[in-house]
């Protein structure tokens, strides 16, 4: 599955781990209301950070990083 390979390549975590502490900050810098958007952050930086891809398994792809790109070859 596409999707799957890219979000579990080194630039797909990446793109995770920015996208996280992008909304962190932007919920940070709005704050109000807007702090639940630094809380929903912390999601795809800590799942780009521990090589997991949450949406995988909707895919039929394991969970961890590894094993995707493991079946990618």
């Known amino acids: 599955m596409p999707f ?3 979000m579990s390549s080194t630039l797909g975590r990446l793109v995770r ?3 996280g ?3 962190i900050a932007i919920g940070l810098w709005l704050g109000g209301g ?3 958007l ?3 952050g912390v999601i795809p ?3 780009g950070a521990a ?3 949450l949406f995988a398994p909707l895919f ?3 969970w961890q990083g590894k094993e995707i790109r493991h079946l990618s070859h």
Request: glycine share 4%.
């Open 51 to 53: 090589d997991v891809c």
């Open 34 to 36: 807007w702090l639940a």
């Open 45 to 47: 930086l800590v799942a």
């Open 4 to 6: 799957a390979r890219f």
């Open 38 to 40: 630094s809380v929903v």
């Open 17 to 19: 781990v920015l996208a």
């Open 60 to 62: 039929g792809q394991p």
């Open 21 to 23: 502490i992008a909304l």
